[in-house]
């Protein structure tokens, strides 16, 4: 072998290396994009299953009910358009009453997501004290807005008992991108009865 047959052999094996190289490299960045990619599908399915979670714990109890109160702008509750934040509803279940609260409020994570909200209390609480600890449905939920608002109470055309809407969203992985909302319509199966009105005079703070 000639000392020119060895520098042409060393010249496409340094060709050869470098090629592989450059295919590794772009392998690498591949892979990486694509487990990006997966990890940022994983967590907005997550966050939607987390909506969907949310509307499934509001209907279980509105399907029981018999009243809906959208709660005044205090503390923690505000107005958004024509709805609110905070809902609260009385429930019959074996005959007896159970006031219910909802509430959509900045999450603790302190990221500018919400979190969803529940607790019950007796219709005589203010004598008996019996009121139940807030209880955390779901978290990582989009901030409410005006245009849909969280909860929305309006009566049925032609029907004349109340309808509860409840819009809630999950944040996308970009801030740019708009959320995506669920929205759901829930009549309370008591509704024409409105045989409860003691959970009208207000909840416990």
Known sequence: MTRNDRGMMLAELAMVVL??????????????????ETNT???IANRVD???????????QVRSGDMLYLEAPSGSCS????????????????????????QLIPGSAGDGTYELRTRAYS???ASNGSVGAWRQVTTGLAAPTSASPPFEVAQQSGVGS??????????QASATAAPIRLRA??????????????????APA
């Open 123 to 125: 219709p005589g609480w």
């Open 50 to 60: 987390g909506v969907r979670l949310a509307l499934d714990s509001v209907e279980r």
């Open 19 to 36: 090629l592989a190289g450059v295919l590794t490299a772009l392998a690498a960045r591949f892979v990486i994009t694509i487990a990006g």
């Open 185 to 202: 319509t829930y009549v309370p199966r008591n509704a024409l009865y409105r045989s409860s009105t003691t959970c009208s005079g207000g």
């Open 162 to 171: 109340p309808a509860l809407t409840v819009q809630l969203a999950a944040p």
């Open 79 to 102: 107005a958004f358009g024509s709805g609110s934040n905070c809902l609260r509803l009385a429930t019959e279940v074996d005959g007896m009453t159970s006031c219910v609260q909802f």
């Open 41 to 43: 599908a994983t967590v």
